[in-house]
């Protein structure tokens, strides 16, 4: 009886232990895009991209956390998080992944669809899992997965990926992004994909289609990595625009002190000339 008893506090003891590790220890940092002064998406775009990505990342944050995530949030509320800051957040941390939410936008109002980035080679299949989950959910066209050297990507050190989650500038899709039935899709949608990142197939079985959940397929990517980073050149035509405003600034002063000093240095010289003359 002594070792029934004790056979059943060991099988109580490893269920605990099993249970404990079955639970996720990959930190996932949420980079919820722009913030604070900065809006996001283009000049006079009616829905503020700053207002959607926080929203998702915050439906995402309960998602996962109810899944067992250890969540990090680079922002919380409407402040502005400089990217330098964002990316430090993301590399403090060894055994985690970035995901940085944001929503597209084009002059052009048809544009649409969903859109996943990703950098290094080790970000692929996070993005191929997310990508495959958020696209096959939303009721926008697939626009694929692309790699590209936005700095948040390029400088993490971590499986790091960006979510274009629709156009904010087509009327559809910003209607959905308002929508907080949608917000929630997209929140777990990504969520899944995160999940199941380790899914996701080989390469030599990246075009099957995923059977019974065991796999998930790598999704093929358009490399655009020739592209700049717009967030980085918005950022240099600001400090350029601050520097030649502040050489103006400094050009005008010097004129003027220059322009005084002739003015000075002509009177002193009219005063001077009489005593020359004198003398």
């Given amino acids: 009886m002594r070792r029934f008893v004790f056979t059943l506090a060991l099988a109580g003891s490893f269920i605990a232990t099993a249970a404990e590790s079955s639970q996720p220890s990959t930190v996932v940092v949420i980079d919820a895009g722009h913030g604070g002064f900065d809006r996001g998406g283009i000049p006079g775009q009616r829905v503020p991209e700053k207002t959607m990505t926080l929203d998702v990342a915050q439906r995402l944050k309960a998602v996962l956390t109810a899944y067992g995530y250890p969540v990090v949030m680079t922002r919380d509320s409407d402040m502005f998080v400089p990217l330098g800051t964002r990316v430090a957040i993301a590399?403090?941390?060894?055994?985690?992944?970035?995901?940085?939410?944001?929503?597209?936008?084009?002059?052009?109002?048809?544009?649409?669809?969903?859109?996943?980035?990703?950098?290094?080679?080790?970000?692929?299949?996070?993005?191929?899992?997310?990508?495959?989950?958020?696209?096959?959910g939303a009721p926008t066209p697939n626009r694929g997965v692309r790699r590209r050297g936005f700095y948040v990507l390029?400088?993490?050190?971590?499986?790091?990926?960006?979510?274009?989650?629709?156009?904010?500038?087509?009327?559809?899709?910003?209607?959905?992004?308002?929508?907080?039935?949608?917000?929630?899709?997209?929140?777990?949608?990504?969520?899944?994909g995160i999940r199941e990142r380790s899914l996701v197939a080989s390469t030599s079985t990246a075009n099957r289609l995923a059977a019974n959940n065991t796999t998930v397929p790598l999704q093929p990517f358009i490399d655009q990595t020739h592209y700049r980073d717009p967030d980085l050149v918005r950022s240099k035509h600001r400090k350029r625009s601050s520097k030649s405003s502040s050489k103006s600034t400094s050009a005008t002063r010097k004129h003027s002190s220059d322009a005084d000093s002739e003015k000075r240095s002509s009177t002193q010289k009219k005063k001077s000339a009489p005593a020359q003359t004198e003398n």
């Fill in 154 to 192: 390029r400088k993490t050190t971590i499986p790091a990926v960006l979510v274009e989650c629709g156009f904010l500038t087509n009327a559809t899709e910003a209607n959905y992004a308002q929508s907080s039935a949608y917000q929630q899709k997209l929140a777990e949608e990504i969520g899944r």
């Fill in 91 to 136: 590399n403090s941390y060894r055994d985690a992944i970035f995901v940085c939410i944001h929503f597209n936008a084009a002059r052009r109002g048809s544009a649409n669809g969903i859109e996943t980035y990703f950098y290094s080679s080790q970000s692929l299949p996070l993005a191929s899992a997310i990508h495959y989950y958020v696209a096959g």
